[in-house]
């Protein structure tokens, strides 16, 4: 226990950081599975369109966004089920008084402010989805 009541800096680092880990990597993987998620294209309707002449599927988008979203989830709900020592300590122990001394609403804040810029980034290219690739245009079929 250190002298401000069993709470120490690199303590809180370390639960920080396992909080944040699984969320950074789901993200990642995501991030990567993302080109490689895509629906196959049919046109039943012999629609005559930019995209079916692309013969690109849009629903392709909406797959990949709720695979990126649900990346995280997963990985939390893995931590969970396993029951990692660590990992469960960190992220699921209802949390003890924090010390005076510290300036957590000033991290809180900027916690805060990171967790929407996070969303808003995501959501950007949620809603921009030729971004996300190399080339900048809609990959081919």
């Given at each position: 226990?250190?002298?401000?009541?069993?709470?120490s800096v690199p303590a809180a680092i370390g639960r920080i950081v396992l909080v944040w880990l699984p969320l950074v990597v789901g993200i990642v993987v995501g991030t990567l599975c993302w080109n490689y998620t895509e629906l196959p294209f049919h046109n039943?309707?012999?629609?005559?369109?930019?995209?079916?002449?692309?013969q690109y599927n849009p629903q392709s988008n909406l797959l990949r966004v709720l695979c990126f979203l649900a990346w995280p989830m997963i990985l939390l709900l893995a931590l969970r089920v396993s029951r990692i020592p660590v990992f469960t300590k960190a992220l699921f122990a209802r949390p003890s008084p924090l010390p005076q001394a510290l300036p957590w609403s000033r991290a809180k804040t900027l916690g805060s402010v990171a967790l929407v810029f996070v969303?808003?980034?995501?959501s950007f290219y949620a809603m921009h989805p030729d971004l996300g690739s190399p080339s900048g245009h809609l990959p081919r079929g």
């Open positions: 226990m250190g002298q401000d009541g069993g709470h039943p309707y012999r629609v005559n369109s930019v995209l079916a002449r692309a969303a808003l980034v995501s």
